[in-house]
Every structure is written in structure tokens, then in C-alpha cells.
């Protein structure tokens, strides 16, 4: 960890920063989702943050609030290969919509693909390692070098998110900052409708929470909006989000 954090806040933390400790000092309680991106942008990891994204059904509201704070903010979309191409294709109207500059497309080790999934069907017969090798290994390659990401959970999409705080520390010693994490789902869809941006092309087909093509079914009404990601199965989380302090299920 590189702790680039500003030098108010080292100098104001004897020993450990922890996310508790950063959000006193910062004085976070209570902050809209704006203000504390802009406080984590500018000031608390200036330079050292990326957003990383999925482009999929509600990503526009936090990628627009960027796009009002720092356009060339590194925005990291992790292409697994196994995306949908709507999901791709999203992708690239949402960036040029929001005029951002710095959307860096993240994608699996060839060599580590060719070595663990020459078939391309370990989603089929061990969904957890492909997730490892498709996403978690690469997000965390891509992170290095940054103390803090921001992410877009929020803890209406499903029971297993309900303790998500704005502000937390992974296990890596990394900070997560969650700006919507107490933002539902009618605010977001109010959001996306006031300003006119544009939808996720698999909403209006019932896609409440957009991954991979394999992995990700279409959801009826009044079920979470987590729950057609791995339909039928025990799994809740790609692992990019387990982290201890939630018995590995955020
Ligand atoms: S969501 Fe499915 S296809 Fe995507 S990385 Fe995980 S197991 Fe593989």
C-alpha cells in the first residue's frame, strides 16, 4: 500500500488509518454521495483512487457524479470476455455521453486462461475459480498502486450487502468507498430519469444486476436484484467483495 493519503489526515492518526479513523477526521457522516466523492477525490486519496466499474444496470448514476468531479479519474471496466455485448457496447456510449477520458479496459492474463481455462467452459464446472481468474485476479493487479477504490454497492441489492458502509478497509488494507450505499432503488432510477442518462439496454428486458452473460438471468418482481447472478447456486459474490469483516459475503 502506497498510504498517499493527504498529509493532514498521516500526521492527524498516530499508528494504523483505519476507515473509522479517516471517516472522523474527514468528518464523512452524513455526506451526499457527491460531496463525499469529491472529498475522496480531491482530497483524502488525491491521485491515488480509481473508480472501477461494471457499466452494468446503475453504474451511470455514480460514473456521472465523476464525470462532474474529475473526468479523467481512472475509471477500470473489467472485461472478463464473457460480458454481454450490450454490456460492451454500453460501455462505450456512457463514456462518450459523459466526456470520460480515462476508462481503462481490464481483462484477463492470456497466459493464465490459457493455462486454467484453455476451453473456455470453467464457468460451467467451477464458478468460483473462474471468477478468480476472470475478475479477482485481475482487479487486483490493476488496483496495485492505488490506496482507495470506489465501488457502486449499495445495500438494497441483496440481504448478504446490509451492513455496507460508506467508507470501509478490505482485507488488503485497501479503502472502499461506497457512496451509494444507502441509496435505493427508486432514487437511483429518479436519478437516471431527472438527467436524462442513458439505461443499461438489459433493464427494460428485467436485467436488475448486469455481470456475465453465463452467470446472469433476468429477475421477477420483488426478488433481490442480486438474484439472477449465479441463479441456483450457493454463490453471491464474484470475490471481489469478500472481505472477513462481513464473513466474506459483501
Ligand atoms: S461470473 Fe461466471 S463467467 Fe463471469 S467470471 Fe464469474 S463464473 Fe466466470
Not at 38 to 66: D, P, Q, R, T, W
Not at 67 to 89: A, G, H, M, W, Y
Not at 119 to 124: E, K, M, P, R, T
Request: aromatic share 6%; hydrophobic share 35%; charged share 25%.
Amino acid at each position: 500500500m502506497l498510504h498517499r493519503l493527504s498529509d493532514d489526515a498521516k500526521s492527524s492518526s498516530a499508528g494504523e488509518i483505519s476507515a473509522s479513523v479517516l471517516s472522523n477526521f474527514y468528518d464523512l457522516e452524513g455526506l451526499s454521495a457527491q460531496n463525499l466523492l469529491k472529498k475522496a477525490i480531491e482530497e483524502m486519496f488525491n491521485g491515488s483512487i480509481a473508480m472501477v466499474s461494471s457499466f452494468g444496470a446503475e453504474s451511470v448514476v455514480l460514473l456521472h457524479m465523476i464525470s462532474k468531479i474529475d473526468k479523467s479519474l481512472p475509471v477500470l471496466f473489467l472485461d472478463t470476455q464473457f460480458l454481454f455485448q450490450e454490456t460492451l457496447d454500453y460501455q462505450r456510449t456512457v463514456a462518450y455521453r459523459l466526456g470520460l477520458t480515462n476508462v481503462q479496459i481490464i481483462t484477463p492474463d492470456a497466459k493464465a486462461v490459457s493455462e486454467r481455462d484453455p476451453n473456455g467452459n470453467l464457468h460451467i464446472d467451477d464458478q468460483s475459480s473462474c471468477c478468480t481468474l476472470r475478475k479477482t485476479e485481475p482487479l487486483d493487479n490493476a488496483l496495485k498502486g492505488y490506496d482507495a477504490w470506489i465501488t457502486g454497492r449499495k445495500r438494497h441489492q441483496a440481504d448478504t450487502r446490509n451492513l455496507l458502509q460508506p467508507l470501509e478497509q478490505g482485507d488488503d488494507g485497501r479503502f472502499k468507498l461506497n457512496p451509494l450505499a444507502e441509496w435505493n432503488h427508486a432514487e437511483l432510477r429518479q436519478y437516471i430519469e431527472m438527467l436524462n442518462l442513458p439505461p443499461h439496454p438489459l433493464v427494460a428486458k428485467g436485467f436488475a444486476s448486469i455481470g456475465c452473460e453465463p452467470c446472469t438471468t433476468a429477475v421477477a418482481e420483488g426478488e433481490d436484484p442480486r438474484a439472477g447472478r449465479w441463479r441456483n447456486s450457493e454463490k453471491t459474490e464474484c470475490g471481489i467483495h469478500t472481505d472477513t469483516a462481513y464473513g466474506g459475503q459483501i
